[in-house]
Structure formats: structure tokens, C-alpha cells
């Protein structure tokens, strides 16, 4: 019993481990968990409902592993392959069309919830009333634009 406790903590742990390589090395990832956080924010600005939200989760669910996937191809191919390979490019472009399927669609529902039901303008006019909310959100922003561009590097 120990011992696949022990084996199931160390499965989580590659798991963490991984997730976090993807982090520092990938900035489309950290695109993708920044675009996250953002409309989470303004899904609870523009008082989204819950089951829509919810929705919205596994999309981003849905959009980090497609990303996670397609960074393991990548770097597999790129193990396998010492220099060019056309089946290798294919391979790698075919990943990324998947990634790019999965944003548009993540998108395309984004902006189902968002602007038909008003909630985007519910965003707008939250922040109207609540100047410090603004501040916060222009804020952020750097810090945004730091973690996408320059988390992880070596410094």
C-alpha cells in the first residue's frame, strides 16, 4: 500500500515537473495561461454565469494540454531528429494546427458568452464604477507582459 501511494505521489510529481518546464520554456504557453487568467477576470467582472464559466474552464483545460502536447511532439521530434526531416515538419505543424484549432474555437466561444449575454459590457461597466479596478487591471498588465516574455529565461 506504501508503495503505490509512493508511486502515485511520484506520478503527480512528473506531472508538476513537467508543467513547470512548460513554463519556463514555452512562451505560448504562458500566452495561453495569461489569456486564462484574464478573462477568468472579467468572466467575474461581467458576472458570468456559473455553468458558462465552468464551460470557459475546460476550454482553458482544453487549450493548455493541446499546448503541453504539442510542446512533448515537438521536443520528441526534435530528440529523434538530427537534422532536417520532412515528416518531422509535418508532424510539428500538424501539432500546432491542433493548437491553433483549439484557440480558435476557444475564442469563438468567448465571444459567445461574452457579448451576446452582455456580460462583456457588465466587464466595462464594473470597472467604470470601480477606478481602483482599472489601476489594477493597467497594473497587471507589465507584470503580464513580464511572465510572457520573460519568465524563465536565463537571466
Request: net charge positive; hydrophobic share 55%; with cysteine.
Amino acid at each position: 500500500m506504501n508503495q503505490e501511494i509512493r508511486k502515485l505521489r511520484q506520478s503527480f510529481g512528473y506531472a508538476v515537473s513537467g508543467l513547470r518546464a512548460c513554463l519556463r520554456s514555452e512562451r505560448n504557453f504562458r500566452i495561453h495561461v495569461t489569456a486564462a487568467v484574464y478573462v477568468s477576470a472579467f468572466a467575474g467582472l461581467g458576472r458570468l454565469g456559473m455553468v458558462r464559466f465552468a464551460i470557459l474552464c475546460l476550454c482553458f483545460a482544453l487549450m493548455l494540454s493541446a499546448e503541453l502536447m504539442n510542446t512533448a511532439l515537438e521536443r520528441l521530434c526534435d530528440r529523434q531528429s538530427a537534422g532536417y526531416d520532412r515528416l518531422v515538419k509535418q508532424v510539428k505543424d500538424i501539432a500546432a494546427a491542433a493548437v491553433l484549432v483549439c484557440a480558435a474555437f476557444c475564442a469563438v466561444i468567448g465571444m459567445v458568452f461574452f457579448v451576446p449575454s452582455g456580460a462583456l459590457w457588465c466587464a466595462v461597466q464594473t470597472l467604470a464604477a470601480y477606478p481602483w479596478a482599472v489601476g489594477i487591471l493597467v497594473l497587471s498588465v507589465p507584470a503580464a507582459v513580464w511572465f510572457v516574455f520573460c519568465f524563465g529565461r536565463p537571466q
